[in-house]
């Protein structure tokens, strides 16, 4: 059906063809946006924390890594979207720099897989597949209710509408073809005659829409149909590779020095190809696709060589990277030097554990306290922010979170390697129980991340407690964070007094539970307050009784003979 009749139809009056590509081709980005954005997110739903785990265990060398960014992306259909899991997963501390490296140059070849697939789909073809994608991911979301299948429909529905999207972008191209060919086809003459010119629209272009494919099935669309030359869509394809480094800059923003320096390294690696490719483009690059694409295909407009180009792009500039990674290494550190020793780095010394696992053990206590009070930070904030919005609190509460993980990991796996060292029954006992700590302390900052999330989306709901459910509230608490503190500075003190004087709050925070659940309920029943505007109550209330639990796990290895008062461990 002609684009203007369907215009007219549904709007009941004329456009001009101008206008009505313009509405079309914003409908069919947003509609790609949203797709390749429902496709991702579900399957990263789908590989669940499996998929950070993979990448985290999967690249210790960067060949080795160059495999499993080609892969993720693959999966995940977005380079962008890569490079940001990349970014939280070294601002966590569970990945070096240097591993991130190879990530980041398999996504940037990765990323090449959707442009391809765009390319190769006959524009008549992309209509028929969308629909039926779209229905059958719609069927799979809301006739089954079993979790995975609606997670799968998810992923099926957002490849549908991505196609969806780019149908609705070539239709519209087709038409302004068609009714304005002389004006298009002056407008883009300036990108064949300029291409630096048209490098910088697609570096400007992505940076709006966040995604490079987006940007490339756009040009593919125009060359498709004539409107733009062969040269002016390879030099919009170098520039949309820089444009997509915006993602994981916006992800490295309130993390970790280290984290930011994977974000430089992510548009160090875009920008290298950029300047290359630019610079040899008049003479080398745009002369041998020419080439190549009149042997290929003749005098006909097929997207695919671009699609090719943009294969051939990013496999050279990955490669060299590659071939100089201990150059970019100290590039990337000259622009971002490292930062001190994180603390689990300098406390946590590799060498004492054959040589003294003794004094290992004590610097595994210092790391320990530190944890500890990261936790009674945390706990102190999720309770501030419970009755206060914060916007930084946020933020903050995921760097404490980061921190504790990190910890955590990180002394679990040096306490696994003390295990095989030679060490009495006193010291493999308090090792086991160091053990047990930490996971409870990495417990208790999970449930400070719930009650946040809780709390954020009451604020964006625009939901609060009332006065008595407030005053309730505050009350437990006060006493979680009594015991909160107390269970520190145990901790910190090896004190197994001040252990027994934190124990008895767990009682009272049982009690409180109890009661204040209750309490909650009568106020529902009672009209008090609705069921809307007490969502997540019982949630928090559950959560603060299961801190108190952990908590009480920790007091309880405190007050032992075995964890006290060993002299050779006290420095």
């Not at 020095?257 to 548009?267: D, G, L, P, R």
């Not at 595994?364 to 990261?374: P, R, S």
């Not at 930070?377 to 979170?401: C, D, M, P, Q, W």
Request: glycine content about 6%; some cysteine.
């Amino acid at each position: 059906m002609n684009l203007s009749v369907i215009m007219s139809s549904v709007l009941g009056m004329k456009f001009d063809a101008v206008w009505q590509a313009i509405l079309f081709i914003l409908g069919g980005l947003g509609v790609f946006l949203f797709g390749i954005h429902m496709m991702g997110s579900s399957l990263k739903e789908l590989a669940g924390d499996r998929l950070r785990l993979i990448i985290q265990k999967s690249t210790s060398t960067p060949i080795m890594g160059m495999a499993m960014g080609f892969v993720v992306t693959m999966l995940t259909q977005s380079s962008s979207t890569t490079s940001a899991i990349v970014v939280g997963i070294v601002g966590a501390g569970l990945m070096t720099f240097k591993q991130s490296i190879g990530v980041l140059l398999g996504a940037n070849i990765g990323g090449t897989v959707l442009p391809l697939l765009m390319a190769a789909m006959p524009s008549y073809i992309k209509p028929v597949v969308a629909v039926v994608l779209v229905f059958v991911g719609a069927c799979m979301v809301f006739f089954f209710k079993k979790e995975k299948i609606n997670q799968i429909g998810s992923v099926v529905l957002g490849f549908g509408l991505i196609f969806l999207g780019l149908a609705l972008i070539d239709m519209s191209f087709e038409y302004i073809q068609d009714a304005h060919t002389e004006f298009i086809m002056n407008m883009f003459t300036s990108l064949s005659n300029y291409p630096e010119l048209a490098v910088i629209v697609g570096v400007l272009f992505t940076i709006i829409v966040q995604s490079s494919a987006a940007t490339i099935g756009i040009v593919q669309g125009l060359y498709a149909v004539g409107s733009v030359s062969l040269t002016g869509a390879l030099a919009v394809m170098i520039g949309a590779n820089l444009g997509t480094t915006i993602t994981a800059i916006i992800a490295c923003l309130g993390s970790s020095k280290t984290a930011k320096k994977v974000a430089i390294a992510n548009s160090l690696i875009k920008l290298f190809g950029l300047i290359l490719f630019t610079a040899i483009f008049r003479f080398a690059f745009d002369p041998l696709i020419h080439t190549i694409n009149d042997g290929m295909f003749k005098n006909e407009y097929n997207p695919l060589i671009i699609s090719f180009s943009h294969i051939f792009f990013n496999l050279v500039t990955s490669l060299l990277i590659l071939a100089c990674i201990k150059p970019f290494n100290l590039l990337c550190d000259k622009i971002v030097p490292d930062a001190e020793k994180s603390i689990e780095d300098s406390l946590l010394d590799y060498t004492l554990i054959k040589k003294s696992p003794t004094l290992a053990l004590s610097f595994v206590k210092t790391a320990i306290d530190y944890m500890a009070e990261t936790m009674g930070e945390y706990v102190h904030l999720a309770k501030n922010y419970s009755f206060e919005r914060n916007e930084k609190a946020i933020t903050h509460g995921a760097e404490l979170e980061r921190t504790i993980n990190c910890l955590d990991k990180r002394i679990h796996d040096y306490l696994i390697k003390l295990t095989v060292a030679h060490m009495d029954n006193k010291t493999s006992t308090l090792l086991s129980k160091y053990l047990d700590q930490i996971k409870d302390i990495e417990r208790i900052g999970d449930h400070c991340t719930n009650i946040l999330e809780f709390f954020d989306d009451r604020y964006e709901k625009d939901l609060h407690l009332t006065e008595d459910g407030t005053q309730d509230l505050e009350q437990m608490f006060d006493t979680l964070l009594q015991m909160t503190d107390g269970t520190v500075k145990a901790i910190v003190e090896w004190d197994n007094d001040i252990a027994e004087e934190a124990r008895v709050y767990e009682d009272q925070i049982d009690r409180l539970e109890e009661v204040l659940h209750e309490r909650h309920i009568h106020r529902v029943n009672a009209g008090v307050c609705s069921f809307q505007n007490t969502e997540h109550y019982v949630e928090i209330l559950s959560n603060i009784e299961r801190m108190g639990d952990h908590l009480t796990n920790i007091l309880d290895s405190i007050i032992t003979k075995e964890y006290c008062k060993y002299d050779e461990f006290n420095h």
